[in-house]
C-alpha cells in the first residue's frame, strides 16, 4: 500500500481548516456542526478525525492562525525602517492584514474575515485555550510596537512623558476597532484610519500650564 505524501496530508488538513472557516464565518462557532463542517470539505468524518479531534479543535487551529495573521501584521509594520509615522504605520497594518489573499485563500471577503477575526476574540471569553494564545500574541504585539514607539521619542517626535506602552496599547486598540467597524457596519477603506489620525496628528492643542 502506497504511503501518502506530507505534502497531500498537509493539502487536506488545509482544505478541513478552508472549509470550516467559511463555515464559522458565515454561521459562528456554534451555529456549525462537524456535519456543516463535512458537507462543506466533501469529507467523510473518519478522514476529518483523523486530523482534528472535533469542533473545538477546529476552533482551536484557526483561531490560532487568525491570531497569528494579525500579529504578523502587526510586526511586519513595526520593523519597516525608517519608522513610519502612526497614520502611515496603522494603514501598512490594516492593508496587510485584508490584503489580497490575507485570509489564506478560504474565499472570505473583508467584512467576513475581520467577522470571524472577531468571533476569535469573542472565543477566548469561554476558552482558557484560546485566552492563553491570544495573550501571548498581545503580549508581543505590545513588545514589538512598544519598541517602535521608543524609536519615535529617540527621533525626538514623542513627548517624554507618555510611557511608550501607553502608546503601543492606544495604536492596538485603533486597528482593531477598525477590524470591529468592518464587522459590524461593512467595508471601509485604510485611507479612512489615515486620514482620521492624519487629522488628529494635526491639531495644534494649547499647551497646558
Known sequence: MA???????????????????RCFARDGF??????????????SAGAVYRYFTGKEDLIAAIAGEAVGGVREAFERAARVSPAPTPDVLI?????????????????????AYAGL?????AETLRSERLAATLAEAYAGLR?????????YRANGVLRADVP?????RTLI?????????????GDAGPEVLEDGLRGLMSM??????
Do not use: C, N
Not at 33 to 43: I, T
Not at 143 to 151: R, Y
Open 117 to 121: 477575526i472577531m468571533q476569535v476574540w
Open 30 to 43: 456554534h451555529g456549525t456542526s462537524m456535519q456543516d463542517v463535512l458537507k462543506e470539505v466533501g469529507l
Open 143 to 151: 513588545a514589538a510596537w512598544g519598541e517602535l514607539v521608543g524609536v
Open 3 to 21: 504511503r501518502v505524501s506530507q505534502e497531500h496530508l498537509d493539502a487536506r488538513r488545509r482544505q478541513i481548516l478552508d472549509g470550516a472557516a
Open 204 to 209: 495644534d492643542l494649547p499647551s497646558v500650564s
Open 91 to 111: 494603514g501598512r497594518v490594516v492593508r496587510t492584514l485584508f490584503g489580497a489573499g490575507a485570509d489564506g485563500g478560504r474565499g472570505l471577503d473583508r467584512r
Open 173 to 185: 486598540a485603533i486597528a482593531q476597532g477598525y477590524i470591529v467597524q468592518i464587522a459590524i457596519f
Open 164 to 168: 511608550d506602552d501607553h502608546v503601543a
